[in-house]
C-alpha cells in the first residue's frame, strides 16, 4: 500500500503520546518528580467498607466535607470504592510512579494509564 493512502494522525504534526500528554490530561497535572507535562497517570481506589473499617477517622472526614468525598467515591462492579490518591508521571518519571503505586495495600485496585501505546502500528504516521 502506498504512504499517499494513510490518514497521519493530526496530519503528521503531532504524535499520539503528545496529543495525550497535551488534552488527555487535566491543565494543571504536573509530573510528581519533576513538575513537566504528564503522560502517565496512576489512580489508586479503595473499596469504602474496607477504607472506613480501617480509617476511624475517614466517616469524620465524610460529615466535615460530604461534597468533597462524594466526588471521590466511584461506583464499581463489586459496590463502592474511594479514589485516594492520583498522581502523574512524565516519561521519565513513569517507572518511579509504577513502583510507587505497586506499594499501595494488595486490597486496593491501581489503575495505570500510559495513554497510546508508542508501538501500536495503527498509529503509524505521525512525525516525531
Ligand atoms: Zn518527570
Not at 466511584?74 to 479514589?83: A, E, F, I, L, S
Not at 510512579?97 to 505497586?102: F, G, I, Q, R
Request: proline letters at 9%; one cysteine or more.
Amino acid at each position: 500500500m502506498s504512504d499517499k493512502h494513510v490518514r497521519k494522525f493530526m496530519g503528521g504534526n503531532m504524535t499520539p503520546q503528545e496529543a495525550n500528554a497535551q488534552w488527555g490530561m487535566p491543565p494543571g497535572a504536573k509530573c510528581m518528580a519533576c513538575g513537566s507535562r504528564p503522560t502517565t497517570v496512576a489512580r489508586v481506589f479503595m473499596p469504602l467498607d474496607e477504607l472506613r473499617r480501617r480509617d476511624p477517622k475517614f466517616d469524620a472526614l465524610f460529615a466535615a466535607n460530604p461534597a468533597v468525598v462524594a466526588q471521590m467515591i466511584v461506583q464499581m462492579t463489586d459496590g463502592p470504592y474511594v479514589r485516594v490518591v492520583t498522581q502523574y508521571a512524565c516519561p521519565q518519571h513513569r517507572r518511579e510512579l509504577e513502583k510507587a503505586a505497586a506499594r499501595s495495600p494488595s486490597w486496593a485496585i491501581v489503575e495505570l494509564n500510559h495513554g497510546p501505546d508508542p508501538a501500536n502500528r495503527v498509529a503509524v504516521g505521525a512525525v516525531r
